[in-house]
C-alpha cells in the first residue's frame, strides 16, 4: 500500500519482525521516503553536528544531509566515492573513498579542507576501501574490497579488513576469500561484524581492549542475495541490507525480514532520540520510527544547519 501525507511520500512495511521483547516490533510501521532521484546512496549516519542524516551519493561524489523539517543539502562535495561515513571521539568525519583508495578525515564540520588518514599498506595503495567503522575509543576497522573495473588497478594481492589504531598503525584484521563489505559493532564494542559479499555470510571478531581481533567465526551462514550494509541495536541485533533489509538476533538466527521499493544498500540509526532507522536504498533515503535504539548512539552537540550556511 502506498500513499502520501503531508507532501511527503510513506510506504507500509512489507515485511514484518518478529513481535519480541529483545526484537523491534515493526506491525503497521511504515517507511518514509526523504530523499530520492540519486545515483546510488549508502553510508547513512547520524550527524548530531548537522542535526541530520548524512549519506552519500557514491558516483556522484557527494554527501547530502536531510535534516528532518528542512529537507535535504550538499554537505560535502568534489569527493572521490565516498562510500563509508563515520565520526571519531573527537567529533570529525571520516569518510572511506572507494575510487581514492584511501580514508580522509574533515577536521571541521563546515570546511571542505580534510586530511588523509591513510592511503596504503605496506607501500601499496588500498584497492578501494568501501566501509569502516570507529570505536568509542578510537579504534578504527574498515574493509578494502575491489568491484569491477577496480580489480585491473589493484596492488595489493588480497582482500583485506583493516584495523587501524589510536596511534595510527595500521594492521591487517583479516584476508578473506571474498570480498569483505559491511561493517559494525556490537553495543559492548567487543564484537567486530564483517559482511562477505562473495561468500553471502556475516562474520564476527572478538575484540579486546587494545581493539586487536582474534577468533573468527560464520555468525551467519547464508543470506538471502548480496549482503552490504550492516547495523546493530542497543540489544545487539543485527539489522542486514541484502534483497531485504533483514533482522537477525545476535546468536545470528533469523527474526524477519521487510522488503523496501528499493534494494536496501545500508542502514543506520539516528534522530535526536536515536530511535529512526535510516535505510539507503538505490536512488532514495528511507526512515522509519522503531522502539530499539542504535547500538553506543549517542546523539551529542548542538546542531547546527548546513542548509543555512
Known sequence: MRCKIEGMRFFRLCGI???L????DFQNVMFERNAAGHRFTDAPLWSATVGGALFADVPNNTIHAFIPGKGVAVFKKDLLGPSGLAYDPQGRL???ETRGRR????PKANNQKFDILVDQFEGKKFNAPNDLVIRKDGQLYFTDPAFGSQEASRELDFYGVFHLNSKGEISVVAKPQGRPGGLALSPDGKIL???NSDERRVYAYD?????VANNERVLISQTEGVP???ETDEKGNLYVAENKLRLYSPEGKLLDAAILSEKPSNVAFGDPDGLSLYITARHSLYRT???IGGAGFDPKSPPTNPLAQ
Open 17 to 19: 519482525f518478529a513481535s
Open 21 to 24: 521483547a529483545w526484537a523491534q
Open 94 to 96: 571520516v569518510v572511506a
Open 103 to 106: 580514508l580522509i578525515r574533515f
Open 193 to 195: 561484524y564483517v559482511t
Open 207 to 211: 575484540l579486546d581492549g587494545k581493539g
Open 228 to 230: 552490504a550494509g550492516i
Open 289 to 291: 520510527r522503531v522502539k
